[in-house]
């Protein structure tokens, strides 16, 4: 099915086209690339839209956190465009805690796509890689450029150990997924 067709399914509320477009969009650069603290991708758009049809749709949650971890990984490319949105000395701070509010509203999609389906492997170790990978939050500090405690973002304290819940319990019905062993394993758990 192509996108036009996809995108006319997807206008008449079907979910499961939305979902589709959703994650073909997901591989252009435009689903990644934000040029302002508001901007809504294409992609983004069209899994959030199939997401209020189907909020339990773990697939859906997973293939969105996947999509917000990227935007947040990739924002720090576009420092760049840090200064210049709203009103003078505020455009920073806007943009800022949008693109730190995608990380954490990824770690929630995680978790809803877990709280469906606790043995969907690719949102327990896309969880879990947050948690490994914490060094993307001390780049997005430093990129940033900010060192005052206004701007310094921390992960839960909660997430390892949530991570690391998840994991078991995806190892207890799919004991070969070596990702999710060796994740446990880093986590120390």
Known sequence: M????LRQAADAGDPEAARELGHRLCVLE???????????PEAEHWLRRSLAARPDDPVTATLLAGLLVRQHRTALELSSLY????????G???WLRSLWGRRAEAFQWYRRALDADPAHAAAANGLALMVLHPESTDDFVYYTGEASHEYEYEDDPDWPAEAARRLRALLAVRPADTMAAASL?????
């Open 2 to 5: 192509d996108l036009d067709v």
């Open 30 to 40: 435009e689903a990644i690339r934000l040029e302002r603290p508001d901007t809504v």
């Open 83 to 90: 200064d210049g949105f709203g009103a003078p000395g505020t």
């Open 92 to 94: 920073r701070v806007a």
């Open 185 to 189: 394993a880093r986590l120390g758990a």
